[in-house]
């Protein structure tokens, strides 16, 4: 069973610069991140941000947009598209 997790808060001062430029929110449904992708906010989770490492714990895309991403480059790869060799 996959268990949503929701990282550490940041830290405040971290806090303070994201929610400044726009990249959290925070309303009634709690803490909020915007998609460095589709610049939709999604609960900040592993429900909707896959786990890095960084200031808050969480990828910078949700994880539709890391999906898609990653099934581009595959495609790229399978038909050699982006070779350097």
């Given amino acids: 069973m996959n268990k949503t997790i929701r990282p550490a808060q940041p830290s405040p001062q971290l806090y303070a610069r994201r929610m400044q430029s726009g990249l959290y929110l925070d309303n009634e449904d709690g803490l909020q991140k915007r998609c460095a992708c589709c610049g939709e906010h999604w609960p900040a989770d592993t429900e909707f941000f896959q786990k890095r490492a960084g200031g808050d714990g969480l ?7 890391r999906n898609t991403q990653t099934a581009i480059k595959k495609q790229e790869r399978k038909h050699g598209y982006g070779n350097t060799h």
């Avoid at 990828?59 to 947009?65: P, Y």
């Fill in 59 to 65: 990828d910078s895309h949700c994880k539709d947009c």
